[in-house]
């Protein structure tokens, strides 16, 4: 793959991940492990972490209790008011994973980006 399809590859990747956390958190996480684990699309490094069933599971199971939490007219509010703050930061960071794992950039930033999980991101790390 040249390098012009591999940018736009990423890109694509990155902010296709990005907006879909925006919307729906855990089914996107659920999404892209179900699809590496399977082989119908390439992970980038820093989210080979979704291709554990574990990690699909419990996906899976915060998005049924979200799916029944926005039933509930108290509860959606406050589930919605809550997790307003979470969707934007995990969409970040899902993005900088794909981006940090030395898809667009050097050998020297996919060294970086070995322990890309989401609380340690090199992303968000970056001078």
């Known amino acids: 793959m040249d390098a012009y399809q591999q940018l736009v590859t990423t890109l694509a990747l990155t902010m296709g991940t990005a907006w879909a956390a925006g919307i ?29 069933p574990l990690v699909i599971g419990v996906a899976c199971l915060m998005y049924l209790v979200e799916f029944f939490a926005d039933k509930t007219p108290g509860v959606d509010t406050t589930w919605d008011a809550i997790h307003s703050f979470m969707r934007i930061p995990a969409g970040v960071m899902l993005a900088g994973c794909i981006y940090s794992s030395g898809h667009l950039d050097s050998a020297e930033n996919l060294d970086r980006s070995k322990n890309c999980l989401f609380l340690d991101c090199p992303f968000l790390l970056r001078k």
């Open 24 to 52: 729906n958190l855990y089914a996107t996480i659920a999404v892209l492990g179900v699809l590496g684990v399977t082989g119908n699309l390439v992970l980038p490094e820093g989210l080979m972490l979704l291709q554990d």
